[in-house]
């Protein structure tokens, strides 16, 4: 297990050194702040009402998860993983005393531990911006519930993202086609509508099945097995494709 | 002497029917093994099977006893390696580069880092960033790199790359002082005269097949320089007359 410790450290401190991961978490830092001050100045000078304040958090929630986490974990999975390969800094992990499947382990779980980080920090800032104007709708526990579940469609994406990487020896190329891909899947069905219930990408907005009275336990469990299978099946495509890399 | 890495039968072709066929070698403790061939011969896919960055088709690799498949991390635990070019994150120091490393060796000391990086000579460009370092200095780096777990195998490819004659000549003693040490060396090259200052045997490939392994003693005691003999085995094998012109031309 000292190898997988050893390369989450790796891992994690090379995707730190990125610009991208820094701007990523200070946007998930400041934007919930801007938000509110920009609401409140629009309140004073216009009267206009936005109504935002109270339900800033699992706004900030919905816009995240639709676009700037995904965002984030497709560039993260297509450095970690095409990147590497072209840069061929991959042989500099894989000649080192760890397994294929303890190095693939490491890699998604540090793409995994930002994701979490970020989830973290949006949730702080949002929550404290919120009750800055008078505290957020529906309570902390209803939020928080919100964001522990939105980690679980989070992480399914992830792995479909690492998947994807792993087709491509270059990480721009990598980045480009999940980005299409995602965004075809986001549109797909509104044109086909039955879709949605099969696509992974669909369940950005999973938490709102949690929060308030919530939805009835066998759709909650339904759910949460489809993601679960999904997470099972991309993992393990994508640690079988890893294992297969010939350097 | 024990036998430090074991290769047996190791087969491996690609689709374009090229790789390497059946080659069988061991190396011992200290002993400096010089792996010599034309470009192409099957030189660095042996290294890459070595350390498990391809799997071969048929055959074992034992590094100290372990074997690669079954038992990677600890066959790797005794190896130091540079395959192909020496790579290292570019946006890091030389010393966050090694650290990265370090960090797969549980019991090695912190001074380790910087005890490598004055053996090859770049210690005064440990925090320097890496896209700064010329070609040499990144093969420097790629020594330390290899050097740092205090290994009991070092596999290097094409070593002297990009190194100048002083360089190329710090290489040859390092090698020579931790091969009496007891470090034992695989160094592939297609430069004789790269490994004819220091081999105590060598292997000679030819498409794929290891066609002769000699040591010092039989090219010395036949009053052969380490060109020559290469170049002999070359003949010997069939068709390899082209093979050996290339291998006089990079000697010359």
Known sequence: MHSLYANLLNETEKLWRQRRTKGFLLLALILPVVTVLLSSLLKMRAGMLFGLEGSLPVAMLHLFTFAIIPLYMAAAAAHSFAGEMAARTMKLVLLRPVTRARAYASKVIAIAVFAALCLGVLWIASTVSAWAVGGPAGGMADSLKAYAASFVPMMAIGLVCVFI??????????????????????????????????????????????????????????????????????????LMMFARKQL | MNSVLEVEGITKLFRNHRGVKDVSFTASEGEVFGFIGPNGAGKTTVLKIITGLI??????????????????????????????????????????????????????????????????????????????????????????????????????????????????????????????????????????????????????????????????????GAGMSLEQYVTFKLLESKEGEHDAQLIRQSAE
């Open chain 2, 55 to 220: 799997r071969p088709d048929r055959g074992n690799v034992r590094i100290m006893g372990h074997d690669i498949v079954e038992r990677f991390e600890q066959a790797v635990s005794h190896t130091g390696c540079i395959i192909e070019t020496p790579e290292a994150y570019e946006y890091m120091s030389a010393r966050d580069n090694l650290k990265l490393s370090a960090r797969f060796y549980k019991d090695l000391p912190a001074s380790r880092i910087d005890e490598v990086l004055e053996k090859v000579g770049l210690k005064p460009y440990r925090n320097e960033r890496v896209r700064g370092f010329s070609l040499g200095m990144k093969q420097r780096l790629g020594l330390a790199s290899a050097l740092l777990s205090a290994p009991r195998l070092v596999l290097l490819d094409e070593p002297t790359n990009g190194l100048d004659i002083e360089g190329m000549a710090d290489f040859r003693s390092t090698v020579r002082q931790l091969a009496d040490q007891g470090i034992t060396f695989l160094i592939s090259s297609h430069l004789v005269h790269d490994l004819s200052l220091i081999a105590d045997r060598v292997g000679v490939m030819r498409e794929g097949h290891l066609i002769s392994l000699g040591r010092e003693d039989e090219w010395n």
């Open chain 1, 165 to 238: 990487a792993q087709l491509f020896s270059s990480g721009t190329s990598a980045l480009m086609t999940i980005v299409l891909i995602y965004a075809a899947a986001k549109a797909l069905p509104l044109l086909l509508p039955q879709l949605s219930a099969w696509s992974v990408f669909s369940y950005t907005r999973w938490d709102v099945l949690w929060t308030g009275s919530g939805a009835p336990a066998g759709t909650l469990l339904n759910t949460f097995l489809l993601l679960l299978s999904y997470i099972i099946m991309a993992y393990a495509a994508g």
